[in-house]
Structures are given as C-alpha cells and as structure tokens.
C-alpha cells in the first residue's frame, strides 16, 4: 500500500519491502462474513457518477498543491452491468474528460470483475479494457450489448486489486498476483511487459466512501512515469446528484438537464452581458477562512473573468435552490 495506512510510514514501508518484506507484509483477519460485507458495499457504494471538479474548483481558488499543480478534472462513471461470461459481479467504468459530455480518455474503459477471496482476505477486483473498445463507449447505458462484451485478454492479468474495510470506508490497493510481481514491496505490482521488454510498475490506492472517491494511480514503464502524478496526491472524485434547472434571462425561458459537482451553463443578464451560471456542491472554506464547509451553491459569475458576481446558498442535499440576480432567474429542483 503506498502510503501504508495501517500502521507504517511510507518510507519504513519501502524499506522493509525491498529488505524481505516478512515484516512489512500485511496480516488481514477479515473473514468470510466480513468480506461479504464488504462486497456489499462495493456494489451499493461504486455504482453512480462521480465528478472531481469540486477539488479542482478549490485548488484554483484557494489552494493547488505545488508540485504539480491543480488536478484534472474527471467525470467518471460505475455501473453494475448484467454480464455472466464476464463473472457474477461485473462493472464497468469510463472516465469522461471536463465533464459528462467530454470525450472518453483513452484506455479509460474497463471491466471489473469482483470475487472474494479468502485466502488473500479481500475482495479482489480483476479490470481489464473490453475488447474492442470502441463498439463499447457509455455501455452503462447500452444494456443490449452487456450480454456479449468480453475482458481483452483475461488470462494476462499480472496485479490484483484488493479491496478491504477499513472502519467505515473500503480502500484497494494493487498487488502483483505472483511473488515475483511484488518487487517494491506489498501493495505494488511490476513485471517485464511482453509488448515493450520494459518493466512495468504500478502503484495504486483507492479510497471508498458513499460519496467520496479519493484514487491514487501511478505507473512506470521502464522507469519513466506515463500515468499520474509525481507529488502522489490522490484525485478526489465526489457523487454526483442530478438536478432539472428553469432558467429565464435576457434570450428567454428554458429548462436544462443540470448536476451538483460542477454544472455550468452560459446565461445573458439584463444588460446584455453573458455570464456564467454554476451548480456546485463543493467543500468551501469555512467562516473566517477556518476549516470547511460542505454547501450547496448556485454562482454567478463573469464569464470572461470568473469573478463572482451573485451566489444562492443552501445545505449539501437541498432539493431546491434558486437565484435571482441581474435580470436573470433560475430555480434548480433535484430530479
């Protein structure tokens, strides 16, 4: 595990995984019934819309870690998928770049298959892209075509990802499947790639939560990083809640398909001006600048500058929220 958050520091961690990793190794006692929970809760919690734009929206206005700066924005969708020739509990995930209706990262597609496994005490998920790829974008929403897609190549998977409780969030780590594959220690996987002759590595941790998502993917080939970043900061992915908005300003009335973590959409206010109207639940900061606060709100801002010019504010599961403000009106109802 990268960071080792049971009980290590990350570099006490490297070190005694590099040294024999008889120490560092971890001991699991989640058992039968307890890995049945967890399943659970990979089904009931994975599944849905997840948007990251409320850590972008905060590294850009308040602060951007400063290494690699502010995070990319992802717009990554789960869904349990009816697919037998894939295995009992299959999903499959995409990731859409600067929002839902942004292009699908490539190799972002993915089938995920999840059993318990006992004797490693996890719920191990096997991923792997479809083959074909391309017949398969937004298969979430293509249930006609679950009964035929197929895993690339099935019998290559070189890491496990292994999924355990902690308290009451879930995390899964990467793991090679093989000792051999498990050089930098437990919760790390490498191995020589086929295709390049370069060794792969990769480094993964993903946290679970009802309405979090924190995932932490790096890999190497060759030792050159081609995916992630190199401060190892976790993306922070949060549930998305859908919303239907009537909206009425300087060009008419108009009713649009709106979300909580990120939605925006181009209005023209009274005097001709067009601004930028903004749906975003997010964690903004605290009064006096202390702390955070989980709020919904509904933003006004110049579309040119991004200078706030008006804000409706409500709690963080409000039904309702509605603005009224340089000749422009909008009411935004959770569907």
Not at 75 to 94: E, N
Not at 97 to 125: C, F, T, W
Not at 313 to 319: L, M, R, T, V, Y
Request: net charge negative; glycine share 10%; hydrophobic share 40%.
């Amino acid at each position: 595990m990268r960071k080792c958050l049971i009980v290590l520091t990350s570099s006490l961690c490297m070190t005694l995984g590099l040294a024999g990793g008889s120490l560092a190794e971890p001991r699991y006692d989640q058992g039968r019934q307890e890995l049945e929970w967890v399943m659970q809760r990979l089904i009931e919690w994975l599944p849905g819309e997840w948007d990251s734009f409320p850590q972008v929206w905060y590294e850009r206005n308040v602060r951007a870690p400063s290494q690699d700066g502010e995070h990319e924005h992802w717009f990554r969708t789960f869904a349990r998928i009816d697919a037998p020739q894939v295995g009992d509990v299959v999903f499959y995930g995409q990731i859409n770049v600067h929002g839902p209706n942004g292009p699908i990262m490539a190799g972002s597609q993915v089938l995920y298959k999840a059993v318990i496994d006992e004797r490693l005490g996890a719920v191990n998920i096997f991923g792997q892209g479809p083959l074909n790829p391309g017949d398969y974008e937004d298969l979430h929403k293509r249930p006609q075509l679950w009964s035929e897609v197929r895993m690339r190549d099935p019998d290559s998977i070189n890491c496990d990802w292994l999924w355990r409780r902690d308290g009451n969030q879930l995390f899964g780590v990467l793991q090679g499947n093989t000792v051999d594959k498990q050089a930098y220690g437990p919760g790390t996987c490498s191995f020589v790639s086929k295709r390049t002759d370069a060794e792969f590595r990769a480094d993964a941790e993903w946290v679970l939560t009802p309405e979090q998502l924190w995932l932490y993917d790096n890999n190497w080939s060759g030792g050159f990083l081609f995916l992630g970043r190199e401060d190892q900061t976790h993306i922070r992915l949060h549930r998305v809640r859908r919303y239907a908005c009537n909206i009425a300003d300087a060009d008419g009335q108009r009713r649009v398909d709106a979300y909580d973590r990120g939605f925006d959409t181009i209005v023209k206010a009274a005097d001709g001006k067009m601004l930028s109207l903004m749906l975003l639940r997010a964690e903004y900061p605290g009064r006096e600048n202390v702390g955070l606060e989980d709020r919904l709100r509904l933003l006004l801002e110049g579309d040119a500058t991004g200078a706030m010019i008006a804000a409706a504010d409500e709690s963080p599961k409000a039904a309702v929220i509605a603005l009224k403000a340089h000749g422009i009106e909008a009411e935004c109802r959770l569907r």
